[in-house]
Structure formats: C-alpha cells, structure tokens
C-alpha cells in the first residue's frame, strides 16, 4: 500500500502564497506520477498539476487555471511532492488532494489516480 499524507493548507488572501508537501511512503513503483487535485463544494475533483517521478524525468503537467501561478516539485530523496501556489485568488478555494498514479503516463481523470491522501483545506478570501 501507498500512503500520503499532505500539509500545508489554510486561510489566506487573494494574492498570497501557500505551499502544500505531500509525503508518499510505503510501497514503490519503478514509473509513477505523482499529482495534485482539488474539489471545490458541489463540484468535482479537478486535475491541477503532476510531476513526472520516473528515473529523471520530472517532467511536469498543469491545468489551464493554474499556469504560471502554481509549481510543483519534488524531492526524491524525502518522497515529497510540493505545490507552489502564488497569486491565490478566491476561486483556488478547495480541498486540495495529493494523489499517485503508478503508471509512466499520466492522467488528468481523478478515476486514473490510484492512491490519494485525506486533502487538506485551501481558503482564499478575497
């Protein structure tokens, strides 16, 4: 099994910054990705970004709504995937999940993603 755990979520500002960690442990997989979604109240969980975490790769993926705002990153040695959030505004507000998909591609369909963390709360008041 897989678990991750994510912090870093909160109240802020439009135009304030957070980042959010997610700490992955437990088994691993020779090619995965690991990413970010969030779910917003009524709506359904959306793609926000991705990071390629096969051999050198790192090659990352974001959503439309996000890019040139938003940054993730990773650090192999720690098994961490950040999200770099800047320039928040009040429709970031979500419920922000870290998620793997343990496959060399990717997927913006949360039903791809196989192991999610328990979301952590992004509010952005304007």
């Known amino acids: 099994q897989v678990q991750l755990v994510e912090s870093g979520g909160g109240l802020v500002q439009a135009g304030d910054s957070l980042r959010l960690a997610c700490a992955a442990s437990?088994?691993?997989?020779?090619?995965?990705?690991m990413g970010w979604f969030r779910q917003a109240p009524g709506k359904e969980r959306d793609f926000v970004a991705a990071?390629?975490?096969?051999?050198?790769?790192?090659?990352?993926y974001y959503a439309d709504s996000v890019k040139g705002r938003f940054t993730i990153s990773r650090d192999s040695a720690e098994n961490t995937v950040y999200l770099q959030m800047n320039s928040l505004k009040p429709e970031d507000t979500a419920v922000y999940y870290c998620?793997?998909?343990?496959?060399?591609?990717?997927?913006?369909?949360?039903?791809?993603?196989?192991?999610w963390g328990q979301g952590t709360q992004v509010t952005v008041s304007s």
């Open positions: 437990g088994r691993t997989f020779s090619r995965y990705h």
């Open positions: 990071i390629n975490w096969s051999g050198g790769g790192g090659n990352t």
């Open positions: 998620a793997l998909i343990p496959y060399s591609y990717y997927s913006r369909r949360a039903e791809d993603w196989r192991y």
